[in-house]
């Protein structure tokens, strides 16, 4: 009688590791609006509110929502303010 090992494996309980999520920066990422009007943008992962008052106006934002913010027309992603 042979054994294949896979149901040793399982019996001791062994799994494979599960999949980490991809880590965000840890501080805030800045964006500055080019448009020429005023914008609100909320965050969809965290709900905060985002104020751009005018054109260069910079915001603060938190790196959960950078991926969707990045995606906005007229907001560019920036180093610093």
Do not use: H
């Amino acid at each position: 009688m042979s054994c294949c090992g896979k149901k040793r494996e399982m019996w001791r309980g062994e799994s494979p590791m599960p999949p980490r999520a991809p880590s965000t920066p840890a501080g805030p990422v800045y964006f500055r609006y080019l448009g020429t009007t005023a914008l609100t943008v909320q965050g969809p992962a965290t709900g905060r509110i985002y104020r751009f008052w005018g054109s260069g106006a910079t915001a603060a934002a938190d790196a959960k929502d950078a991926p969707a913010m990045a995606a906005v027309p007229q907001l560019l992603q920036v180093n610093n303010p």
